[in-house]
């Protein structure tokens, strides 16, 4: 179970906010006797997250406003509706953590195909394993060695909504089985969610003798259902419902020669677990009633709706904490002759909140209706207690036929 538990705070996207106390008038470093360093939240199935495909890892994990093509469901499904081919399906693969382990993957099948001139539909499965764990009790007791699994499958349609805008619903069934049934209560948890999204995108000539197009995207993905993985218990984990928008210009240097500039911002509507408050003798404070005493911050045991709204101010930090609840994509193509392509990009997550920093590198080749890409991460930062990065060596693959 630790295996498990350092995959889910790897994949941690977080969000946080402050409600100070209002009638002392004190701060959150009063309250607490020290700065509040780290503040990183975790959710249900953090794999949904993880970016698929190899060409928008390649370009700093950002895709809401790219180009359309078959993966574009995870980033705006919304783009669909603007994808040239009549039909794509695409086949994406990663080997995921390996400098921790050596069997974990998560793959990923895309499919879209083109409804009519206006509106085009797509469906896809991620399939996330942990690899093979051995299992063991309070008493270090082998309970037998099983091999956790999530997988989620979408279907969306997309519709052109004028000349230059569309829209997107998308919905999506989530399984996580990450316990096996080993533990006497334990059980595999379900949800059921939706995407919205819009995309727009326009030819613009705003550069003299040159071709531009401008495009930007919004997307609200995972709106759905809190996970419940123990039946002897009512309590039940978010999953990583997530806010993503940002533009992308590309330019045409020549009829051989193209740039395309995008930038994506995340966070994640999920509110934070606030502080509590504590003292060196009797350790945590609690109400009568059982209920631990909020230091700063709020109650984060609360609906769907209501967490998605209180996320944008229940950070125990206040504003400052707020901003730094958003990841930043950055993310560079090249385009020669329609065929071969070079990509870079950057990752920029606070430390306060996870501390993913990331430089992307990737590249690919399509010919006729065959496209192959791969890209490779590379880490700014190590972990201070063994010197390395746990996303350090990590490749996608992604290989897609259009039609």
Known sequence: MKRIKLITLMFVMIFANVKMNAQSGT????????????????TAV???SIAPDAR?????????????DVYSMHWNPAKYA???DDMAVGLAYSPWLRSLVNDMNIAYLAFAKRIDSKSTFASTLRYFTLGDINYRDGQNVDQGTYSPNEWAIDLAYSRKLGKYISGSVAGRFIYSNLTQGVDTYSKPAISVAADVAVYYTRDVYWFSGLD?????????????????YDESTLDKDFIPTNLRFGPSLKIDIDDFNSFAFSVDF???LVPTPPVYLTDSVTGAQVMENGEPVIAAGMDNEVGLVQGMIQSFYDAPGGFQEELKEFTIGLGAEYWYNDVF???AGFFHESQMKGDRRYVTLGAGLHYNVFALDVSYLVPVNNTATSGTNPLENTLRFSLSFNI
């Open 27 to 42: 701060t959150i470093e009063e309250i607490l006797g020290h700065n509040l360093e780290y503040n990183v939240i975790s």
């Open 46 to 48: 953090p794999f949904m």
């Open 82 to 84: 603007f994808i040239e």
């Open 341 to 343: 392509t070079v990509r």
């Open 212 to 228: 531009a197009n401008f495009s930007w995207g919004v997307a609200i993905t995972n709106i759905g259902s809190k996970m419940n």
């Open 266 to 268: 995340n966070k994640l």
């Open 56 to 68: 928008s890892s390649a370009m700093g994990d950002i895709g809401v406003s790219t180009s359309p």
